[in-house]
């Protein structure tokens, strides 16, 4: 049995450096593209906090990443954005936040908060965004620090485990169903059901909305079922009444005049994903007349995350995640790329330190 530790007295025995996984030349998943390597614990500058990390979610993101799609910003960088842990040091100037606060660290770590966008609310959309594990080392290591503006500050309802994955993916799929102006017990589609829709669903539910999915997996379907849909069909099957709204998280451009006929007058559809394939001719009579509405999704703003888990721990989401431990992470992202993964992975620190 390992005994437990106070933070407190933890947090004196902090080691110079630690283990960590760095892209290291991007490429196939199974090609090994992550290095373990060695690096000084991180040092919090001015408004900066660090946090010992307790877990951190594995997200699709990572191996974009990983495996090159997605461009490296920084050679060498530390993946990961969805991290849990507690604050273990305060940079000088911090007055957000405390020692011992348990936090999360998500994907946006710095808007430039001078853009219009910025000034104007909308943060999501600011021209010199800095990124968790793209531009700045991220929660595939046992410390990192972050801007203290740019930490969340996890509800006590929500377990470590279950807040990784609300961190991004549960933060999104929210901004989604707020960007769909869904109307309260209105009527919600929802196409695709896998990590950020399941959560989701859960949240219209809560709302009083009837949630409709359409998804080939007969699992999710299943699953959609279990969590309290009124319906569940393939993927592009027609819902048993017309939509207010509806949210396409599968990235499959076909989907979109799909998804808009089933609109209701008036209703709207958002896009939720960063990528879409294709979306074909639209007919405008049959898909968008009637003042039917299709919009896209761009990250989030502190405001939604804040809001989210608020939402999330007050509505008891159900969170399914699946551990593997820190130094498995080569293995969690190749389960992930070859669908191997039940729930949601997520990488778990053992002890650390002396
Ligand atoms: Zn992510
Ligand atoms: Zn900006």
Redesign the pocket.
């Known amino acids: 049995m390992t005994e437990q530790v106070p933070v407190a007295i933890e947090a004196r025995h902090v080691p110079a450096s630690m283990p960590a996984w760095a892209v290291g030349r991007p490429g196939p998943i199974d090609g090994g593209p992550l290095a373990w390597v060695e690096r000084p614990v991180p040092v919090p500058g001015p408004g900066q906090v660090r946090v010992r990390v307790s877990v951190c979610g594995v997200c699709r993101t990572d191996l974009h990443l990983a495996e090159g799609d997605l461009e490296p910003r920084r050679p060498g960088v530390i993946p990961g954005h969805e991290v849990v842990g507690r604050i273990d040091q305060l940079g000088p100037g911090c007055t957000r936040l405390h020692e011992g606060d348990r936090v999360g660290v998500p994907w946006l770590a710095r808007?430039?908060?001078?853009?219009?966008?910025?000034?104007s609310g909308a943060?999501n959309?600011?021209?010199?965004?800095t990124f968790t594990g793209w531009d700045v080392d991220g929660g595939y290591a046992p410390y990192l620090v972050v801007d203290e503006a740019f930490a969340y500050v996890v509800p006590d309802g929500i377990g470590d485990m279950e807040a990784a994955p609300l961190l991004c993916a549960g933060i999104i799929g929210y901004r989604a169903l707020r960007r769909t102006a869904l109307p309260r017990g209105g009527r919600l589609g929802i196409y695709g059901f896998g990590g950020s829709a399941h959560l989701t669903a859960q949240v219209a539910l809560a709302d009083g909305a009837t949630v409709h999915v359409m998804t080939r997996s007969a699992e999710a379907r299943a699953l959609a079922l279990d969590l309290g849909a009124a319906s569940a069909g393939g993927a592009d099957a027609r819902p048993p009444e017309p939509l207010d709204a509806a949210i396409l998280f599968a990235p499959v451009g076909d989907l979109v005049p799909t998804a808009l006929e089933a609109l209701d007058r008036g209703g709207t559809l958002a896009v939720a994903g960063i990528h879409l394939s294709d979306i074909p001719v639209l007919d405008y009579q049959r898909h968008l007349f009637n003042e039917r509405t299709l919009r896209s999704v761009t990250a989030n703003t502190r405001a939604d995350g804040i809001e989210f888990l608020e939402v999330a721990a007050r509505i008891g989401i159900r969170v399914s995640a699946t551990p593997y431990p820190f130094d498995m992470a080569d293995r969690a992202l190749s389960d992930l790329s070859h669908d191997r993964v039940t729930g949601a992975a997520v990488l778990v620190m053992p002890e650390y330190g002396p």
Not at 111 to 119: D, E
Not at 125 to 129: A, D, R
């Open positions: 808007t430039c908060g001078a853009c219009r966008f910025c000034r943060e959309l600011c021209t010199g965004p």
